[in-house]
């Protein structure tokens, strides 16, 4: 469970950014897939920060 918690963050990291990359090649880029895929980012960012300081 601690690997699963660990890692979180950098797999909404790549979520967010496929949330990026999937609306740029079909073209249909809207700002809530942007916002999403922002949302994600930065939480995983800040998801990943934290919870490895956490568990160091």
Do not use: D, E, R
Request: hydrophobic share 60%; aromatic share 26%; proline share 2%.
């Amino acid at each position: 469970m601690k690997f699963f918690l660990k890692n979180l963050g950098v797999f909404l990291i790549f979520l967010g950014a496929f949330f990026l990359i999937v609306p740029f090649f079909t073209h249909l880029q809207t700002n809530q897939s942007l916002l999403w895929g922002w949302i994600l980012i930065v939480a995983g960012f800040i998801f990943y920060t934290f919870i490895n300081k956490k568990y160091q």
